[in-house]
């Protein structure tokens, strides 16, 4: 519950006059997909794109933020909830400050991806979902979590004991099987330029 005497502080600037003085258009770039996807194989390589391009970026990973900002929320679904809000909250202020921005979470719930594209304009959020067969996912597993939730040492391991609610209708649809990195960052930089979110 939000106390009534905190007021929120109006800028003298505006996001719009923010993005003019980098010649963008700000956004925030939602990845979303189980663990091993490639969200922020993707998201890396794409924020790199867009530096080459000469935007002004910033990207929010999940394990960067649970070392830092949410490091007292656990994997249960109540922080899970907790945990994509916030970063729905310090992705609004950064696309305030003008920024196009890049989180890549798992956010397994549509209920929680829709309570954060509603804290933004329409046409700012746009929801990514890198599609990826669990099966492949589990192949990778760089950090080896599945074969720790396999075996019973994580709980609440989205894929395995915990549910992961695939977006209905994404704004970009990009699969990692079959397809390239480079395919995937091709795909969302036609996008946004093809929506106008890249022209000066």
């Excluded at 890049?102 to 209920?111: D, Y």
């Amino acid at each position: 519950m939000i106390d009534k005497n905190i007021v929120w502080h109006e800028h003298k600037l505006t996001t719009k006059e923010r993005a003019f003085v980098k010649n963008q258009k700000p956004l925030l770039l939602w990845f979303t997909g189980l663990s091993a996807s490639g969200k922020s194989t993707i998201a890396n390589a794409l924020e790199l794109e867009l530096y080459n391009l000469k935007k002004h970026t910033y990207l929010l990973d999940g394990d960067n933020i649970r070392l830092g900002l949410n490091k007292e929320l656990t994997f249960s679904d109540e922080d899970r909830v907790e945990n994509i809000r916030r970063i729905g909250e310090v992705g609004k202020l950064f696309v305030d400050a003008g920024l196009i921005v890049l989180s890549a979470f798992i956010s397994p719930f549509r209920s929680d991806r829709e309570i954060v594209s509603n804290l933004f304009e329409k046409d700012t959020f746009i929801e990514i979902f890198v599609d990826t067969p669990l099966a492949l996912c589990e192949k990778r597993d760089p950090k080896g979590l599945y074969e720790k939730a396999r075996k019973g040492e994580i709980a609440n391991f989205t894929g395995i004991d915990s549910p992961y609610e695939s977006p209905l209708s994404p704004s970009i649809h990009l699969k990692t099987d079959g397809e390239s990195i480079e395919d995937n960052v091709r795909k969302v930089i036609s996008y946004l330029e093809e929506k106008g979110y890249l022209s000066d």
